[in-house]
């Protein structure tokens, strides 16, 4: 089973930010937090990952809390192609649990 | 970024055929990859891990003498469906994990059994 909860739809205006939240609460001391995203009929896209601190790239922010039990994944000016289901996922390095287990993911779709 | 070509991107086939799906890591090694499948409007669900040079390990409910894994090299990986039947119409999609133990996705391959 999915180790994460995450809200099953969400609305963004184009240009606003996009702030995805995740619930990760059983998270263990040496498991990441991913977030991937699949535009329909495609694979999913990896966008960023993190332990414990914050952390960006050119795609977007994700902000761990201190007791990382939950992230948010922020997408700053949303455009209507990244319209996708986002997909947290907790998960370890190394050897064969290196596959990720995904949930149901939030359906994001950003309106013009 | 590391790119992961799969093929083909859809295929028909006729109930009883088999259809082989290849996965390549075209940029990196990668000494494992994962095979998953996916119902529409569901998520990805994990069916096997295939190790380069040994055989594939199965996630329980998974027919391995139905999906063959093959990961003969250390680019290469192919799933393939044996004797296809309607039920076993989905979206398939395969990873592979570079050095950096980050994964990269192919592109999906959807199989539709007459």
């Known amino acids: 089973d999915a180790k994460t909860t995450q809200p099953p739809s969400m609305d963004c205006a184009e240009g606003r930010a996009a702030n995805l939240p995740c619930n990760h609460s059983t998270i263990s001391g040496n498991e990441y937090v991913y977030w991937y995203r699949q535009i329909h009929s495609q694979g999913p896209q990896y966008i960023i990952h993190?332990?414990?601190n914050n952390e960006t790239n050119e795609m977007a922010s994700l902000i761990i809390t201190e007791d990382r039990k939950s992230s948010t994944l922020i997408l700053p000016h949303a455009t209507l192609r990244d319209t996708a289901v986002y997909y947290c996922i907790v998960g370890s390095y190394g050897g064969s649990q290196g596959n990720l287990i995904f949930g149901k993911g939030t359906k994001l779709s950003v309106k013009p | 970024g590391a790119v992961v070509s799969q093929h083909p991107s859809r295929v028909i086939c006729k109930s009883g055929t088999s259809v082989k799906i290849e996965c390549r890591s075209l940029?990196?090694?990668?000494?494992?990859m994962f095979w998953y499948r996916q119902f529409p409007k569901k998520s990805l669900m994990l069916m096997a891990t295939?190790?380069?040079?040994?055989?594939?390990?199965?996630e329980q409910g998974v027919e391995k003498d139905k999906f063959l894994i093959n990961h003969a090299s250390l680019t290469l990986s192919t799933l393939t469906v044996t004797s296809a039947h309607p039920e076993d119409s989905s979206f398939y999609i395969c990873?592979?994990?570079?050095?950096?133990?980050?994964?990269?996705f192919g592109s999906g391959t959807q199989l539709s059994v007459l």
């Open positions: 990873s592979a994990r570079d050095f950096r133990e980050k994964l990269f």
């Open positions: 940029d990196f090694q990668a000494t494992t």
């Open positions: 993190g332990l414990k």
């Open positions: 295939s190790n380069e040079g040994s055989k594939a390990t199965y």
